[in-house]
């Protein structure tokens, strides 16, 4: 076979039609092609993005929340764009792709709709902005941070120090609490159980030191304490009190109530246990026998 040969029958290969898409052939050198455009436009967009949060949004001091949204909608736009022309310049136009997109539909309705769903519901996350990267959220138990938003799925840190995968419908179509959102305080909410011996007033002023005394603890608003209850053996204490950062919630609950168990110690202050009193009744006189 003469080198012209080989050079013929390999332009027929790389030409030989595939199938077709609304009467334009695909040849193997056209998907090639395809192919080929759509990787450069996959890395070109990584690298514009990377530009883009490290080189620009950086320096203009935009909020976490905005800058990555920015870089997403980027992200994902030049993708369609990089997809429209990889298809123009196969021949295949947009009525063509209508077809395509057609058929799709019809897979869609047979198998996709949790990836539909979830694609739908990324959208929504990244404009509507329930939630943003950085936020402190509960989602179906868990507790945890935003650290990624997808169009598929969104990634939370758990306080464990592991990633979560949610399907991003959740968010949509659940319930999420997101302890972020708007003005980030919150309030704490500390009970304690107090001994009826205990001087009332005492009680008081012991829990609003308490909640005076430690340095994360908001003073507008201002704690308050209030008596909720009676409960079998104690007076039933509640100590509101509001922190600015909701990350830190645990360690502020728990170094109040290391506080509150010094200053009762201190003030002489009792916290009972349940007690219960045993009372027989019995019309038969029980012998007592005395030692020898």
């Not at 209508?98 to 019809?106: E, K, M, Q, R, Y």
């Not at 308490?210 to 003073?219: C, D, K, M, Q, Y």
Request: glycine content about 6%; overall charge neutral; charged content about 20%.
């Amino acid at each position: 076979m003469t080198k012209d040969e080989i050079v013929t029958l390999i332009h027929q290969v790389f030409n030989i039609t595939l199938f077709k898409v609304n009467e334009t052939p695909v040849t193997v050198v056209s998907l090639f092609v395809f192919f080929f455009i759509l990787i450069v436009v996959i890395v070109l967009s990584k690298f514009v993005t990377r530009v883009l949060r490290f080189r620009v949004l950086s320096r203009l001091h935009i909020d976490e929340s905005i800058s990555y949204t920015l870089e997403r909608t980027t992200y994902y736009a030049m993708i369609i764009i990089g997809a429209i022309i990889a298809f123009q310049f196969i021949g295949i136009n947009l009525s063509g792709l209508a077809v395509i997109f057609g058929l799709l539909s019809v897979g869609i309705g047979f198998g996709l709709q949790n990836i539909t769903s979830n694609f739908i519901s990324g959208l929504i996350l990244l404009f509507e902005r329930p939630i943003r990267v950085g936020d402190r959220i509960t989602v179906g138990g868990t507790e945890g941070d935003v650290i990624a938003i997808n169009m598929r799925s969104t990634t939370i840190l758990s306080l464990n120090n592991i990633a979560i995968i949610v399907p991003n419908s959740e968010f949509i179509e659940g319930r999420v609490t997101n302890w972020s959102y708007g003005d980030k305080k919150v309030r704490l909410d500390v009970a304690v159980g107090v001994s009826y011996h205990s001087d009332l007033d005492s009680v008081l002023r012991c829990l609003n030191e308490v909640a005076r005394e430690h340095g994360e603890i908001l003073e507008n608003p201002e704690p308050v304490v209030y008596l909720m209850g009676f409960g079998d053996s104690s007076w039933e204490m509640q100590l509101r009190c509001w922190i600015a950062d909701p990350k830190v919630h645990y360690a502020i609950r728990s170094d109040l109530n290391c506080a509150i168990v010094r200053k009762f110690r201190q003030n002489n202050v009792e916290i009972p246990f349940p007690q219960r009193d045993l009372h027989l009744r019995s019309s038969v006189s029980l012998p007592i026998e005395k030692p020898v």
